[in-house]
């Protein structure tokens, strides 16, 4: 906290809030703030307001409270066109009646830069995408990924130092989301932008960026870099909603030495590390990630609890074994290990013991 | 396998040529087709093209004269018109001969009111030489020259002779040179005398006040295609049924009440006096003029410029305007540089749905446009239900087709018709 200069924030958020209707608050109190050249990903479910906060950014939409600074300046009150931000929209937004190359001019046209730097500047922007040779096409003429290229590099020609990007990649298929994925981050560091980028797609998010804010219901529920993400999530949403989980429901018995006990609702006990509880009695959804389970008691503490389960299911996967589990009345436990040639293959019907270190598991609100 | 080739060609799997056997697959689909459009396409052949085409073969057409007068047309070919001597007797009595028989049949006022068009006295002449040669006979009263020259001063008249020579031949291209102010006389083409003279000036009128018309709805038509394509659904669907009100009072009536609104004691005169904008003594000429029909016409055509331009507009996608405001455009510059070149396919439409529609509209001009204000197709109708022109009727219509036709092709070849949408 302590470095984080007021300063230093490029992009700020402070208590914004916003509502369409008067009625309902679709962004709550929200507060973030980045720093120059950071790639922030706003990941969440459908309606959860990241569409409605890149608006506000661009200017599109007005925050009903709260301020919006760029670069130290509250830009509440500036037109989107004097913003000098970049933005990449879901379906391109490539202006049909002008060729690539024109589309690219275009926002330095308005800008009344000259003909010959703008040529140069098209060209330049073009090779950052490899697109060189597309100069002269309408983008009817193009394939998805390559009018995404283009939106990109037309986001990018007239050298913003913020880009807004609204699931750019959302109409494209696996393979092509992985390719410009890669792209993306890439030019996005090696030309230094500051980039907000909106999606729903979790891998996404965790492979591109630098940190990422999930949103729910209007609000941050975590902001972090995806690695304390998904192995610190900090309530049961965030838990939930990155990557695989476990979830089992108890109550607290005690907490003690940064261990709490849990006591589950089929009386089993188990060990787990205390996040967002804070006394006994309280009742907790305890998290686990799969690959986090362990069978082999040997690598637990001695005095680790353990808890009985039924084998189910098992699937072969290629590089990991999948293994859902019957534990304390919960159907939906899994099980993932690595396919090692040592590995012990489970079968349906086996009775196992499982358990794993404390701080693995972790215990959150209810 | 069906790309195997012999000699270049592609043979489908019986060894026939592709190209051959996909026609044979594909002749019940196109015969189904044709079965499916083949009432309606005979119904328009019977109704629609086989009279149009008859009415404008009609505006070239000139049989009257040779299948009423055909000896005498025949004699009067050797006749040299311009020795400055009347026609000899042959002349008059193959006249005689083809008189008393079209007397008898009583076609010869037809005759009669055909020739009038080339030459004013051509009717009464007939009418009143038909009667008194009713008591000749062919045969037994020859010679004729003296006694027709008694019977009407016409037929000793060598232009009368001339203009029956003229027009002598089957086909004439002399409705034509009337519909541009003209007239084929012996000795070639000359123009109508001044009086005459109002067609081309009509045409031109009707271009120009067309043209005006057209500009006017999409003046008053984009920003109203604007706004319907830009508020919620429900709102839209509102303005459209308020868009769409006209059609549902008939022409008639709406023409009507601009008369009421526009005349010199009518509403919108009484209101500027009433406010003291106008002096009494001075109420504005709003009506019986050019002013009253573009106004009226310009209120009914309306709605055929915003539904296209509304139908095109609706295809934009706001998106459009956004990213072209992130990347610095003003609004306006936004406006004209990305959203109106996406709208100009509606433009087009509209334009010419309006433009085509005005050229050819009769009934408001009509009510509204007293002599000023009138258009060609008010004079194509005079001919067609008054003065009985049906020849010149037709000359008119085929060139106001050509008109538009050619209008048509200067737009495909500027604008580009595949850039018109109408939905
Ligand atoms: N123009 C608008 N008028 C009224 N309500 C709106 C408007 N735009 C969005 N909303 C509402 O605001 C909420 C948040 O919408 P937003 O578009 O920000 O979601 P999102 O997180 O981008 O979702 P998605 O992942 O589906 O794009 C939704 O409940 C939506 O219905
Ligand atoms: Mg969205």
């Given at each position: 906290m302590a470095n984080t200069k007021k300063s230093d924030a490029f992009v700020e958020f402070e208590r914004v809030q916003k509502s369409y209707d008067g009625i309902n608050l679709v962004v709550k109190d929200l507060n973030l703030s980045m720093p120059r050249g950071e790639f922030l990903t706003m990941l969440g479910p459908s309606g959860s307001g990241k569409t409605t906060c890149l608006m506000m950014l661009a200017g599109f939409e007005t925050a009903t409270h709260g301020d919006i600074r760029l670069g130290g300046t509250s830009i509440n009150n500036i037109p989107p066109h004097k913003r000098g931000i970049g933005m990449v929209?879901?379906?391109?937004?490539?202006?049909?009646?002008?060729?690539?190359?024109?589309?690219?001019?275009?926002?330095?046209?308005?800008?009344?830069?000259?003909?010959?730097?703008?040529?140069?500047?098209?060209?330049?922007?073009?090779g950052m995408v490899q697109m060189q040779d597309f100069a002269g096409r309408r983008p009817s003429q193009l394939s998805g990924g390559q009018q995404q290229r283009i939106a990109l590099s037309r986001a990018l020609v007239f050298e913003p130092e913020l880009v807004l990007m609204d699931e750019p990649l959302g109409a494209l298929d696996k393979q092509l989301r992985e390719t410009l994925q890669f792209e993306i981050t890439n030019l996005a560091h090696e030309l230094g932008i500051t980039t907000v980028y909106v999606t729903h797609d979790q891998t996404e998010a965790l492979t591109m960026s630098d940190r990422v804010a999930v949103f729910e219901n209007g609000r941050i529920q975590q902001l972090a870099a995806p690695d304390k993400l998904y192995e610190e999530p900090e309530n049961s949403f965030v838990a939930q909603f990155i990557g695989e989980n476990n979830t089992l429901e108890g109550v607290i018995k005690e907490i003690k030495g940064g261990v709490a006990l849990v006591q589950l609702d089929n009386g089993d006990l188990i060990d787990a590390k205390p996040i967002n509880v804070t006394q006994a009695g309280q009742r907790t959804r305890v998290s686990i990630r799969p690959e986090r389970v362990e069978m082999d008691k040997s690598r637990l503490s001695s005095d680790a609890h353990t808890l009985k389960a039924e084998v189910l299911e098992f699937i072969y996967m290629g590089d990991i074994f999948r293994t859902r589990l019957r534990v304390a009345g919960s159907d939906a436990f899994v099980i993932k290990t690595r396919n090692a040639p040592d590995q012990i293959r489970l079968q349906p019907g086996q009775i196992i013991d499982i358990g794993w270190l404390a701080e693995d598991c972790r215990a959150l609100d209810a | 396998m069906s790309d195997s080739t012999a000699n270049g060609l592609v043979l489908a799997a019986d060894g026939t040529p592709l190209k051959r056997s996909l026609s044979r697959s594909m002749r019940r689909q196109k015969m189904r087709a044709f079965m499916l459009v083949a009432p309606l396409l005979i119904f328009v052949l019977l109704t629609f093209i086989y009279p149009i085409g008859v009415m404008l073969s009609r505006s070239v057409q000139n049989d009257i004269v040779p299948e009423t007068l055909p000896e005498t047309v025949r004699v009067l070919g050797a006749w040299d018109s311009s020795s400055g001597d009347l026609p000899n007797e042959v002349v008059y009595a193959a006249f005689m001969r083809d008189m008393s028989v079209a007397i008898k049949a009583k076609k010869h006022t037809r005759l009669g009111s055909r020739l009038n068009y080339e030459k004013t006295g051509f009717s009464s002449m007939f009418r009143q030489s038909g009667r008194k040669m009713k008591k000749l006979d062919p045969v037994v009263d020859a010679p004729f020259k003296d006694k027709l020259i008694k019977i009407h001063k016409g037929w000793g008249d060598i232009e009368t002779w001339k203009t029956l020579q003229t027009?002598?031949?089957?086909?004439?291209?002399?409705?034509?040179?009337?519909?541009?102010?003209?007239?084929?006389?012996?000795?070639?083409?000359?123009?109508?005398?001044?009086?005459?003279?109002i067609l081309l000036k009509l045409f031109g009128r009707t271009l120009v006040m067309s043209l005006i018309i057209t500009g006017s709805c999409i003046l008053l038509g984009y920003p109203i295609a604007w706004l319907l394509?830009?508020?919620?659904?429900?709102?839209?669907?509102?303005?459209?049924?308020?868009?769409?009100?006209?059609?549902?009072?008939?022409?008639?009536?709406?023409?009507?009440?601009?008369?009421?609104?526009?005349?010199?004691?009518?509403?919108?005169?009484?209101?500027?006096?009433?406010?003291?904008?106008?002096?009494?003594?001075?109420?504005l000429i709003l009506i019986n003029n050019q002013f009253g029909t573009i106004v009226a016409m310009t209120h009914i055509l309306l709605p055929f410029m915003i539904l296209p331009m509304y139908s095109v507009m609706q295809t934009i996608p706001p998106v459009y305007l956004r990213a072209a405001k992130s990347m610095g455009a003003t609004n306006w510059?936004?406006?004209?540089?990305?959203?109106f070149p996406q709208s100009i396919p509606g433009i087009g439409a509209g334009s010419i749905l309006v433009f085509i529609l005005s050229i050819g509209y009769y009934i408001t001009p009509e009510i509204v446009g007293g002599t000023k204000g009138v258009f060609i197709s008010n004079r194509i109708a005079y001919h067609i239900s008054s003065s009985l022109n049906w020849g010149l009727a037709a000359a008119l219509g085929t060139i106001l087709l050509i008109v538009v036709l050619a209008l048509y092709w200067a737009y495909d070849r500027i604008v580009g018709i595949d850039n018109v949408k109408l939905g």
């Open positions: 929209f879901q379906n391109y937004a490539l202006f049909p009646h002008m060729t690539v190359a024109e589309n690219l001019a275009f926002p330095l046209e308005v800008r009344k830069i000259g003909k010959s730097e703008r040529e140069e500047k098209v060209m330049r922007a073009l | 027009y002598s031949g089957l086909y004439t291209s002399g409705y034509f040179l009337n519909s541009v102010d003209a007239r084929m006389t012996p000795e070639g083409m000359a123009w109508q005398p001044e009086d005459k003279q394509s830009n508020v919620s659904p429900r709102s839209a669907n509102l303005l459209l049924i308020l868009v769409l009100l006209p059609f549902w009072t008939s022409l008639l009536v709406r023409t009507s009440a601009w008369k009421v609104m526009l005349q010199q004691n009518g509403v919108i005169n009484e209101v500027l006096v009433w406010i003291g904008l106008v002096p009494d003594g001075e109420r510059t936004a406006f004209w540089r990305v959203y």
